[in-house]
């Protein structure tokens, strides 16, 4: 008889009796503050909501300014154009991301480049950033990628060496501290999406984050269809927002609204909370990882609370499982504990939601230019590996539950191991 729930032996979890964490979480707080929105009439451009909730995320990332926008992805356009990154430039991002990640630097027009990852944390490799510069470079978008950090040190001294901006991708790491630094204080910017799958949401929406004024000038009229505020008093009372002639800057609208921001402002306030459970339950799963056979926990730095994760993610490796295709892991897993466990992103080279190709009307600019962001020009062995081979993935909200949730996602491991055969 089959013990595997794949092949119709008993789960470990039953979801029907014994759910995991819900997620997004909400209360009558966030009723409240969606209600206060709805009541005051002032439903976007500047509202008090998103003015406090601005104030309050750039004290906690420890920027001296954040700014909302309409979602991660857009909060990255806007990053590269603050920075001044356009045509002619080129832009060095990581494999294996989210299609944001590089789709934002076509749309500013310049080149994404892409180079490989690191196989024990699945960020960017700072050796392959140094390769990939050239006299084009003007920046680079470190990922800080499901559970781990980038690593900035490095990336940082080939940014200043070379003269370069760093944009960091935070869509992953609200409140993730590396060194005394929070991710989105580290690079030039920091950029976040409010998805809802993400650790802080508020169903869409996104931020950024930085601390040089000139950037955050831009950064604030790039968001308001390239209006300015006159003064930084002007902003909080969300008045007075028509700068002078000749510093005005085309831009489109890429804003929030107060409902949102209402969000947000509960999102952040739980944030902390939250990010130590799931630091807590990731720290302690890892342990039980690493006494395991075939699997690999992912390498974090020592002093890093790992709480700040949008994945739990582990490495795969099928020799030690007799041969058996991650994809079927990935799938008795599923079935032992009844949640979803997926394999990494697709590297850029090969995914099917970054085909630039595709729209030769907008990104034919020119020979040149359409061949220098053809995807499939770039070698990416890592990416390919991981996602082929090595990626197993749970969404954050398995960290949110009891320390015995992380003993039967190990169990359900050690079972599959022991039973292997019943899926060769
Ligand atoms: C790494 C990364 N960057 C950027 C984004 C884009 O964020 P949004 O969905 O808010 O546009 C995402 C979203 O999943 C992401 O994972």
Redesign the pocket.
């Known amino acids: 008889m089959s013990k595997l729930a794949i092949n119709g032996g008993k789960p470990l979890r039953d979801a029907k009796t014994d759910p995991w964490p819900k997620w997004p979480v909400w209360d009558e707080n966030e009723e409240k503050g969606l209600l206060e929105v709805l009541r005051s009439g002032v439903w976007s451009y500047n509202g008090p909501k998103e003015v406090e909730f601005n104030k309050s995320f750039a004290k906690f990332i420890g920027t001296e300014y954040a700014i909302s926008a309409?979602?991660?992805?857009?909060?990255?356009q806007l990053a590269l154009e603050a920075c001044g990154v356009g045509l002619g430039d080129e832009v060095i991002v990581p494999g294996l991301?989210?299609q944001?990640?590089a789709g934002?630097v076509l749309d500013v027009n310049a080149a994404a480049v892409l180079v490989d990852v690191r196989r024990d944390n699945w960020c960017i490799d700072p050796a392959e950033v140094d390769q990939a510069i050239t006299p084009q470079t003007k920046a680079i978008i470190p990922?800080?990628?499901y559970g781990c950090f980038a690593d900035m040190d490095a990336i940082m001294a080939i940014a200043r060496k070379h003269k370069l901006r760093v944009i960091e991708?935070c869509?992953?790491k609200h409140g993730g501290e590396l060194k005394g630094r929070k991710a989105g204080s580290i690079g030039d910017v920091g950029?976040?999406?409010?998805?809802l799958?993400?650790l802080m949401t508020a169903g869409?929406?996104?931020a950024l984050t930085t601390s040089d004024p000139e950037l955050f000038e831009r950064l604030d009229a790039l968001r308001n269809c390239g209006r300015r505020p006159e003064s930084q008093e002007s902003a909080d009372k969300g008045a007075g927002l028509y700068g002078s002639e000749g510093d005005l800057i085309q831009s489109g609208n890429y804003r929030i609204t107060d409902f949102q921001a209402a969000l947000l402002i509960e999102s952040l306030k739980r944030l902390p909370q939250q990010n130590r459970i799931r630091g807590e339950n990731a720290k302690y799963l890892n342990s039980l990882l690493a006494e395991l056979p075939g699997v690999v926990p992912m390498k974090n730095d020592k002093t890093e609370a790992l709480g700040a994760c949008?994945n739990f993610s582990f490495r795969y490796n099928k020799a030690k499982f007799r041969d058996l295709d991650v994809r079927k892991f990935r799938e008795a897993l599923g079935k032992e504990l009844a949640c979803s466990v997926e394999a990494s992103?697709e590297p850029l080279n090969a995914c099917s939601l970054y085909t630039p190709h595709t729209k030769p009307r907008r990104y034919r600019l020119s020979k040149k230019y359409w061949h220098q962001i053809d995807p499939a020009a770039f070698e990416l062995p890592v990416c390919h590996k991981i996602f082929t081979e090595e990626s197993v993935c749970f969404h954050h909200t398995v960290l949110m539950g009891k320390k015995a949730d992380m003993d039967l996602i190990a169990g359900a491991i050690k079972k599959i191991y022991d039973n292997a055969e019943e899926l060769l």
């Open positions: 309409a979602n991660g992805t857009v909060s990255l991301t989210w944001a990640t934002a990922v800080h990628l991708d869509a992953h950029s976040f999406s409010f998805q799958s993400k869409e929406g996104g949008y992103y």
